[in-house]
């Protein structure tokens, strides 16, 4: 079933960017709707990571489209036009932070909501459908893919919510940085906590609208952010135990690696005011978690 048709579906979005340069663009009236600034522009998507059976609301409202952005489209527009999910169709089509669509470029809308799963290195996409159990082709109507190649790791592709295998990341929570590569939706941080410590630093990197010691943020934080066990660039890491301050410590996570360690920069952990940038390994049993 898989590599025939899944080839066939390829030649088939690789026909549609073709088709997207050679000829003029015809597309239905849109409704022209503000800039999308991000996935997650609302603090209140509070599961970031899927867990337990998926929700009735989830099930496609209709088939996979590819269709020609008029000008003055967005993903909002396009979303309400054919009744799609925003996140997906910016997952899809890897749009990143602050990116819309640009006139006469094809779209891919999925059929309906999606979630993330982390490809393993060296997997084809019809080797990561028959891992995660939907068929190769549908892969296609969630991710614009140009062939069947070994891809790298550490990178998502999109697959329908129904179908997604729990620790599946939600798409609106999170922003595409590259091709792929989820990212915590970027934001303005101020200094609202005293200079030199841990919390200080992170605050400085992005908005954080709760208060507490190191300790007290992954409780404090829960009301208003999604949280999670996985590592995402933008995300903050809460530590504890030996080697850190009975008050807990935080970090800003900058990068992850395709083995799953992540790069963090930090302050008052090499010393009171300094800021030290390291790579923390996958499974350190210091680390309580992450808020998005």
């Known amino acids: 079933m898989a590599i025939r048709g899944l080839r066939h579906r390829l030649l088939r979005h690789a026909w549609v ?11 239905p009236c849109l409704p022209v709707g503000a800039s999308l600034t991000s996935a997650a522009s609302s603090a209140q998507i509070l599961n970031a990571v899927i867990e337990g059976a998926p929700a009735d609301q ?5 088939p996979a489209l590819t269709v020609m952005a008029p000008a003055g489209a967005t993903v909002d527009s396009l ?7 925003p996140a997906s169709i910016i997952w899809a089509n890897d749009f990143g932070p602050d990116v819309e669509p640009q006139a006469g470029s094809p779209v891919l809308l999925p059929p309906g909501s999606g979630a993330l799963v982390m490809v393993q290195s060296g997997e084809s996409p019809s080797q990561f459908a028959t891992a995660v159990g939907i068929d190769p082709t549908v892969l296609l109507d969630y991710n614009v893919l140009q062939e069947d190649t070994p891809l790298a790791g550490g990178g998502y592709l999109q697959v329908p919510f129904a179908d997604a295998p729990q620790g599946s990341l939600n798409p609106a929570a999170f922003v595409p940085a590259t ?11 101020g200094d609202s906590f005293p200079y030199g410590e841990c919390t200080y630093y992170v605050a400085t990197r992005r908005n954080i609208s709760w208060d507490g010691n190191a300790g007290e ?6 009301s208003s952010r999604p949280e999670g066990e996985f590592p995402v660039a933008g995300a903050v890491v809460v530590f504890e135990g030996p080697g850190y301050s009975y008050d807990g410590h935080v970090a800003f996570v ?3 690696n395709a083995n799953g360690s992540f790069v963090i920069s930090e302050m008052n952990y090499d010393g009171w005011g300094r800021i030290d940038q390291r790579t923390v390994q ?5 680390i309580v978690g992450f808020i998005y």
């Not at 960017?17 to 597309?27: D, K, N, Q, R």
């Not at 091709?179 to 941080?189: D, F, K, L, M």
Request: negative net charge; charged residues 10%; proline residues 12%.
């Open 17 to 27: 960017l073709l088709i997207a340069l050679l000829l003029p663009v015809i597309a």
């Open 58 to 62: 989830t099930a496609p409202t209709g």
């Open 79 to 85: 979303a309400a036009s054919y009744d799609r999910n």
């Open 179 to 189: 091709a792929g590569i989820p990212e915590v939706p970027p934001s303005h941080g």
């Open 217 to 222: 943020w992954w409780q404090n934080a829960r």
């Open 254 to 256: 900058d990068s992850v």
């Open 282 to 286: 996958a499974g350190d049993p210091s």
